[in-house]
């Protein structure tokens, strides 16, 4: 039965795109598609009730999978290597080439090809991954059927690029569940380079000058975490003799084993997560990616790419628990933390908030995993999850909004609900549940606040870190939420939206499992936190009763904060419906107002009528990209020299 689960969530998704590709109609496409996101997604369903289990599937239609993933591999790599050489791109080439030069010696000379190493692992973490990319990814999968469709149309293509798009959109969603599904590190890497091709092709699918240079960047950058990749298998494969995770987590934590023949790929997969999930130094590549079709950013920000990044670097953390490499990836990630989280603070451009938020998020995931307790892992996994949902809510919103009003400029997001009322709705809830009580997200930063105070008392610069850049998303969500919900036009109603099923759908579904998943926290932290946790200690960091998650240190009390949220919002509600229209308030012009053709503004210059018109203060002398990039990428560098060179 597992046999046939992982094939739904690995092998399907490829022959799936495979016929998206060749049957290229746009019926068969809305067919195609969603199609094969709900196997997906059964199957991953279908691995829910799964321990953790070793897999070892030993053939795919009668051939090897070592020879075929091998053998693909390299024709991978092959492939990439004639992208860098027709683009002439020197440092792309150099990359491929040290990975091919290094596979070729993994291969045939270091590789005991009679050992048996099982090819998958089933576990909570790996589950819950797998459900993420499934479900989000299977929704923006969806999402997408309608979105390029307008796309297209926007650009006035004279021939559909939608088969191409879709191949590597599904390609994406089964190359993801192989990666986290995957025991074997050479496995592991295979579907991480078909990550890296896939957010490659994506990212330039637009095919204009910005998108290709884009694209470039985004490869070249995620090459350097293929090359660590490489150099970590053949270290680990010299020096333990095998390739297996378990097996490498088991021997790892062994006194005789802390030692730099062990810890140095540690910190090489690492430095791998950190390129791919766009830490500094490498968070350009995730802005820029900012280019491609809305279905792209959201997947590479909510479900994939980036996720795998985090991914790795949380199931090696047994290796190198209570380590200086460990101490080193929770401050690298607590300084991309606060420091992207102040440079989405410095944004007006809606996708450039969500990209830096991303990566903030991810930051605190990676200094999690470098705090390396029980409570710490447990924080890190609520993230990931709560994280992906409304991460992937908000991109699909800001997509839909983009296309409506021709912007990605919160500003020009006001009086939204006017134009937009669902959407406009549904934005909010997402960044709502970004940033209040009693979301899931809120819960996760508790958590991690909360371990990094507990296990790294002699670190409080740690602390600090993490608690100024949860006050700083504070801030930019909240601006934004401001924005929208405001109207400079009392008494105007909303008008009705019209929107294609593929795209409310997705928004509808994201909304919902943003808010009952957030509801369920307890049982989400019970039935698939928990049981992770067992890899990094014995007992439980938390316990839950009543609706309330808590340890000796203190708790989080969900099913009350929701009784309070409810009876605010009813009294909130009852009385916005008492408010007579001419309560509204105008903007204070100092006596000079006055009101044209329905605008609110003053008495100017000349008896000239000058209109009102309000913006929000974006700090940029303080938090703008020319500020802090250049010195952020400076002192993230520093941090990883001393990360990696500590190790020798």
């Known amino acids: 039965m597992l046999d046939t689960l992982v094939f739904g969530c690995v ?22 598609v969603p199609g094969a996101v709900a196997v997906t997604a059964l199957s991953a369903l279908g691995m829910a009730g799964s321990g953790p289990i070793m897999f070892a599937p030993k053939s795919f239609l009668g051939i090897g999978l070592d020879g075929l993933i091998a053998f693909l591999d390299f024709a991978l ?86 088969p191409r798009f879709f191949f590597f959109v599904v390609l994406f969603l089964g190359a993801m569940n192989g990666l986290v599904l995957s025991n074997n590190l050479a496995w592991m890497y295979f579907f991480w380079e078909i990550t890296t091709l896939c957010s490659f092709m994506l990212i330039g699918h637009d095919g204009t000058d910005e998108a290709k240079t884009n694209a470039t960047r985004a490869l070249w950058m995620n090459m350097v975490g293929g090359v660590a990749f490489v150099f970590a298998l053949l270290f680990l494969q010299k020096g333990m003799g095998t390739l297996s995770v378990q097996d490498i987590l088991a021997r790892a934590v062994e006194p005789e084993m802390r030692t730099t023949a062990v810890l140095l790929p540690m910190a090489m997969l690492c430095l791998a997560g950190f390129t791919k999930s766009a830490q500094l130094p490498f968070q350009s590549w995730l802005c820029g990616a900012m280019v491609a079709p809305t279905p792209v950013s959201a997947l590479l920000h909510s479900s994939t790419m980036v996720k795998a990044g985090v991914y790795l670097i949380l199931r090696m953390a047994p290796g190198y628990a209570g380590t200086a490499l460990s101490t080193g990836v929770a401050l690298f990630g607590a300084f991309t933390f606060i420091v992207t989280s102040a440079l989405a603070a410095g944004q007006s451009n809606g996708k450039k908030i969500l990209a830096y938020s991303t990566i903030a998020n991810l930051g605190l995931i990676v200094a999690c995993a470098g705090i390396n307790t029980a409570a ?50 549904i934005t909010v809830i997402g960044i709502v549940t970004m940033m209040l009580p009693p979301f899931g997200m809120l819960i996760a930063k508790w958590m991690a606040i909360e371990s990094a105070a507990g296990a790294m008392s002699a670190m409080p610069l740690l602390v600090i870190m993490i608690a100024l850049g949860s006050a700083l998303t504070v801030l930019f969500w909240a601006r934004w939420a401001g924005i929208m919900l405001g109207s400079s036009r009392p008494g105007f109603g909303p008008m009705q939206e019209e929107q294609d099923i593929t795209i409310r759908l997705p928004l509808v579904s994201l909304v ?66 008492n ?17 044209q053709d329905g605008v609110v503004g003053f008495n100017g210059p000349m008896n000239q009528f000058v209109p009102n018109a309000a913006g929000n203060y974006y700090l940029e002398k303080l938090f703008g990209e020319a500020q802090l990039t250049k010195p952020g990428n400076v002192v993230a560098i520093v941090l990883l020299i001393l990360m990696i060179g500590g190790m020798l």
């Open 11 to 32: 092998a399907f998704p490829l022959l799936a795109a495979l016929a998206v590709y060749f049957v290229r109609g746009e019926a068969a496409r809305r067919l195609i």
């Open 77 to 162: 790599l092959f492939y990439i290597l004639y992208l860098g050489t027709k683009m002439r791109h020197l440092l792309i080439m150099g990359m491929t080439v040290l990975q091919i030069v290094g596979l070729i010696y993994l291969e045939f000379f270091l590789m005991d090809h009679g050992a048996t190493v099982p090819g998958f692992y089933v576990d909570s973490l790996s589950l819950t991954m797998v459900l993420i990319i499934s479900f989000v990814g299977g929704l923006i999968c969806v999402y997408g059927l309608g979105y390029m469709k307008e796309h297209e149309e926007h650009l006035h293509l004279p021939q559909t690029k939608q």
């Open 579 to 595: 408010t007579p229209d001419s309560a509204a308030s105008l903007p204070y012009m100092g006596g000079s107002q006055m009101t």
């Open 376 to 425: 710490s892992v447990a924080a890190a996994m609520m993230l990931i999850i709560f994280h992906a949902i409304s991460k992937g809510l908000l991109f699909l919103c800001v997509g839909a909004i983009e296309q409506k009003i021709g912007s990605r400029n919160i500003e020009d997001m006001r009086n939204l609900f006017e134009r937009m009322p669902r959407t406009a709705v």
């Open 512 to 577: 919902g499992g943003a808010l009952v998943l957030s509801l369920l926290a307890p049982f989400v932290y019970t039935g698939l936190v928990e049981p992770a946790i067992a890899m990094y200690a014995k007992a439980s960091a938390y316990g839950v009763s009543i609706g309330t998650i808590g340890n000796t240190m203190g708790a989080f009390a969900v099913y009350p904060l929701y009784l309070l949220l409810g009876a605010g919002f009813y009294y909130a509600w009852r009385a916005a419906r």
